[in-house]
Antibody, heavy 125, light 108 residues
């Protein structure tokens, strides 16, 4: 079965960095892209960025462009999110999600069909 | 950046009622829209993709419509497990994406 297993909770001080992992199984990793989405306490969902499982090509929300790096390893079917210069408002649950392929009209589109359980990152000042 | 505005912020209804949730985009996104259900302590769940297609396993009481800038998610007869937060997401400029701020569907 399809699984996305994320690393455990992290606590960091302001200004530090954190790296969260998302190990996938049950499907062909290189055939899909992956998005990272976060949810701060009491807030909505916020898209952070995307990485191709095939090429490692990335695309980031402008908000996180200079602080987030997404990487992947095809040998372990794992994607990673690294965030630097952490601030207290980065405290959130960080989710990885697979970008599934959906036939729409005459083409294909990508939506988030399988999600990891989330990783709580707490940033204290 | 394409902004999605959901309304209402909170919807208070009873089991068996019909729910209608709205999502408006700041510019046309054709039908590049999804709806997700989010419950506390759980990851979001994909309900609708391509503005109107139900994802695998989603009950038929969930339906959605819209194109361009105005989209609607309807739940025909609310079940207890439907009370949750609902988010819309646009993929018009994939892989970029944005989410709406969410609508909380609560028990009246």
């Amino acid at each position: 079965q399809i699984q996305l297993v994320q690393s455990g909770p992290e606590v960091r001080k302001s200004g530090a960095s954190v790296k969260v992992s998302c190990k996938t199984s049950g499907f062909l990793f290189v055939g899909y892209g992956f998005s990272w989405v976060r949810q701060a306490p009491g807030q909505g969902l916020e898209w952070v960025g995307w990485i191709s499982g095939y090429s490692g090509k990335t695309n980031y929300s402008e908000k996180f462009q200079d602080r987030v790096t997404l990487t992947m390893h095809t040998t372990t079917n794992t994607v990673y999110l690294e965030m630097t210069r952490l601030r207290s408002d980065d405290t959130a649950i960080y989710y990885c999600a697979r970008e599934g392929d959906f036939e729409v009209g005459s083409g294909w589109a990508h939506y988030l069909d399988y999600w990891g359980p989330g990783t709580l990152v707490t940033v204290s000042s | 950046e394409i902004v999605l505005t959901q309304s209402p912020v909170t919807l208070s209804l009873s089991q068996g009622d019909r729910a209608t949730l709205s999502c408006r985009a700041s510019q046309s996104i054709t039908t590049s829209l999804a709806w997700y259900q989010k419950k506390p302590g759980q990851a979001p769940k994909l309900l609708i993709y391509g503005a109107s297609s139900r994802a695998t396993g989603v009950p038929a009481r969930f339906s959605a419509s819209g194109s361009g800038t105005d989209f609607t998610l309807s739940i025909s007869s609310l079940e207890p497990e439907d009370f949750a937060v609902y988010f819309c997401q646009q993929r018009s400029n994939w892989p970029q994406s944005t989410f709406g701020q969410g609508t909380t569907l609560e028990i009246k």
